[in-house]
């Protein structure tokens, strides 16, 4: 069974010595800033009492504040929906409309909606710290206290909402988390994008009803959809009523629209840009150099989509990449393990300044014992790393048979394999080798984050290991290894032509074993092998009804995800099993981290719709049948590919 492991002191000795490093120093006292790659000013470092990480320094951080606002406010939010669907509901409920602002009984229907909408979607800003998602309360709030003084007989209501805004307002540093600059803008263009957009349309339905009690001018039609997007009757006049409800149906929906699109740029999770630039990129190889065969997935954290902490004396770094909210790295920290302190605590402090939450995949278990102590986090052991030692593989015995035969009968059919650095691959053969690979792919998405480089010959990648396989001198096969070590090798991607003899990677991968000693290669880490112990003992006899049942789950989601086949592709070769584990804050934030990590590994790929894209390749494709019809033309040579 898998492991669940929450330490805020590790029991390795090896970590345990770490605290009482220079590094670790540095990270506690904060007494030298951190290194990023955005520039933005250094994160103060965590509290030596094993607080949340603070932005500030020195704030005493209370969680129930934000939970507070939060279910507030989405209270308030329901009351003000609930007011216009079940008025009915909100009467019998009419005790508890003094004590809850927000009711807004005076105001339009459709300003009911779009203030308990715009509530609603501010309540989830608000329980995850975020100053605009405070500011943006505090002002509705106000605006609210403003109404009910206008009347009389709603004062209370009135108090009400102000003891709640001095609330917030005296909590005010309990919201601190930043938003992503960029957002602000794509936020305001998309209002005015839609605004101009609701506008035509009103302007259209106006032109097309011809309902008018009379001849209104152009400035007046403007005036009557723009005071329709918030609800309010506007100098038109309709002759006959219908046209003139379906009107402020209508410009009604297109306000909600407009407002909870808006809302949504404006409140969306800071995801920014990743980017690792050359410097950061050869500080990286520097650190790899030395420290790099602690761990077989260090390599990747050159992957083009990660944003890189630097520790204060800049041994060591984390690569990572922010997903749906959530700060993800992959493996150990790169450099010196007693300077991993150094860049975790900055690390932690940056996913608390923009309330994103960190997680770790596929760290080692001393890795996930440093995470554990430094961060108060929790570990769980995810799977298991193949690591094949190539001085002991061998095709003999009962074990390999089934390896042995396909090797054989693929190197009958007439395969021959080819294993090379990249760097002694001609650039035009390796230009011809990655377009044929890549074809294979046919459009779709490749899968990997955390044991995928996603790029193929690129420069700096020289001590990569390509294997390929030809028939005839046709390319059937790739397979790419990106280096572990002095000594060692990862598996990155492995492609094959789907019309090829089945187990070509089977016989690459042996014969890249077979040339590892030229290359001056000891060891070989396969693919990842997600809950192997509870697949192995699952199936074993003794095995518990539990365990038995996590087989169950497992081998169920092998139809989406691959468990079972990677596990047994894996187990084929007699490999070493290295453990592996995920690091997350807690066990209930462990649904959004998990779909998180599918994100970020492609297992998980939300559906994307190009209008440019779509109009691009219908015009594209309506030339072509217009050439093909033209006689004495000949037809496209090749396919252009999508």
Same mark, same amino acid.
């Given at each position: ?14 970590? @345990? ?28 470092? $965590? ?7 603070? $932005? ?29 669907? &079940? ?7 009419? &005790? ?88 602000? /803008? ?9 605004? +101009? ?61 407009? #407002? ?21 990129? =050869? ?18 954290? #050159? ?6 902490? /630097? ?17 993800? @790295? ?5 450099? =010196?393990?007693?300077?991993? $302190? ?43 790393? @193949? ?22 009968? +693929? @190197? ?27 074809? /294979? ?5 490749? &899968? ?43 598996? =990155? ?25 030229? #290359? ?114 000949? $037809? ?7």
């Amino acid at each position: 069974m898998t492991t669940l492991v929450h330490r805020a002191q590790g029991p390795d000795k090896k970590a @345990a010595e770490m605290s009482d490093s220079d590094e670790a120093g540095h990270a506690n006292r904060g007494t030298r800033p951190a290194v990023k790659t955005d520039g933005a000013p250094p994160a103060p470092q $965590p509290d030596p009492a094993g607080k949340s990480p603070d $932005p500030d320094g020195n704030r005493v951080q209370r969680a129930w504040v934000p939970v507070t606002a939060a279910l507030l406010t989405t209270l308030i939010g329901l009351s003000d929906i609930l007011n216009i669907l &079940r008025p009915d509901l909100v009467n019998r409920f009419h &005790r508890f409309n003094t004590m809850i602002p927000g009711s807004l009984d005076t105001v339009t229907r459709s300003a009911d909606v779009l203030i308990g909408l715009m509530l609603l979607m501010l309540a989830h800003g608000l329980r995850r710290r975020k100053r605009r998602a405070w500011q943006a309360v505090a002002a509705l709030l106000a605006f609210d206290v403003a109404i009910h003084f206008i009347h009389a007989e709603r004062i209370p209501t009135a108090v009400t909402a102000i003891v709640v805004l001095v609330a917030l307002l005296y909590f005010r540093d309990e919201f601190y988390a930043e938003g992503d600059p960029r957002t602000r /803008w794509r936020a305001l263009w998309a209002f005015g994008g839609l605004i +101009v957009a609701d506008v035509v349309i009103g302007l259209t339905y106006i032109l097309l009803a011809r309902g008018l009690a009379e001849d209104y001018s152009f400035g007046q039609r403007v005036q009557e959809v723009i005071y329709g997007l918030v609800g309010v009757s506007g100098p038109v006049q309709w002759a006959p009523e219908t046209r003139g409800d379906l009107f402020n149906i209508l410009t009604g929906a297109l306000g909600i629209f407009t #407002l909870v699109i808006t809302a949504y740029l404006f409140l969306r999770p800071a995801e920014p840009q990743a980017r690792l630039s050359g410097a950061d990129a =050869d500080r990286i190889r520097e650190l790899l150099a030395k420290q790099g065969d602690r761990d077989s997935l260090g390599y990747f954290a #050159l992957r083009d989509d990660k944003s890189v902490i /630097w520790s204060p004396t800049g041994k060591a770094c984390i690569c990572y990449r922010v997903v749906s909210g959530v700060m993800l @790295a992959s493996g150990d920290p790169i450099g =010196d393990p007693e300077a991993w $302190p150094g860049a975790i605590g900055p690390f932690l402090d940056e996913a608390a300044r923009h309330a994103w939450k960190p997680a770790v995949m596929g760290c080692s278990e001393l890795g996930a014992e440093v995470w554990c102590r430094e961060g108060d986090l929790t570990a769980l052991e995810l799977g298991d790393e @193949a690591i094949v030692n190539t001085a002991d593989f061998s095709l003999s015995g009962r074990s390999m048979r089934n390896v042995r035969q396909m090797v054989n009968r +693929v @190197a009958k059919t007439g395969y021959v394999a080819e294993v090379r650095r990249i760097r002694d691959i001609p650039p035009a053969e390796l230009a011809g080798i990655v377009k044929t690979a890549g074809s /294979w792919l046919g459009g779709q998405t490749e &899968r990997g984050f955390s044991m995928a480089l996603s790029r193929v010959g690129a420069p700096g990648d020289e001590d990569c290991v390509l294997a390929t396989a030809t028939e005839d001198g046709a390319l059937r096969a790739v397979l790419q290894l990106v280096p572990w070590g002095p000594d060692g090798l990862s598996l =990155d991607l492995m492609r094959r032509d789907k019309a090829a003899q089945p187990g070509l990677n089977d016989f690459l991968i042996v014969e890249t074993i077979k040339a590892a000693s030229g #290359l001056g290669v000891k060891r070989i880490s396969l693919n990842f092998a997600v809950f192997r112990a509870a697949l192995e003992r699952g199936e074993k006899i003794g095995a518990g009804p539990v365990l038995r049942a996590w087989r169950s789950v497992l081998i169920f989601l092998s139809k989406w995800f691959q468990i079972e086949s990677l596990y047994k592709f894996n187990a084929k070769f007699c490999p070493v099993w290295q453990p592996r584990f995920f690091v997350f804050p807690s066990t209930r934030h462990t649904p959004r981290i998990a779909l998180a990590a599918l994100e970020a590994e492609a297992f998980l790929v939300w559906p994307t719709f190009g209008l440019r894209r779509v109009v691009r390749k219908a015009s594209l494709a309506g030339i072509r049948r217009r050439r093909r019809r033209q006689p004495g033309q000949d $037809p496209d040579p090749e396919p252009t590919p999508p």
